[in-house]
């Protein structure tokens, strides 16, 4: 999941410094947010468990 995060965020990174799209920075941050709290939480083995 954390890596799914990652790559959707390099993508949309990319794509916006390639192309110029104008996103906001928000939409960035919060993709960039999202991965690394996901990385930190699989490399210290968080668990969430569904009920």
């Known amino acids: 999941m954390a890596q799914l995060f990652l790559a959707i965020f390099l993508i949309v990174f990319g794509v916006n410094i390639l192309f110029g799209l ?3 920075g928000w ?3 919060s993709l960039a947010l999202i991965a690394g709290v996901l990385l930190l939480a699989e490399r210290f083995r ?5 009920k």
């Open 22 to 24: 104008g996103l906001p």
């Open 27 to 29: 939409v960035t941050g």
């Open 46 to 50: 968080v668990r969430v468990d569904r």
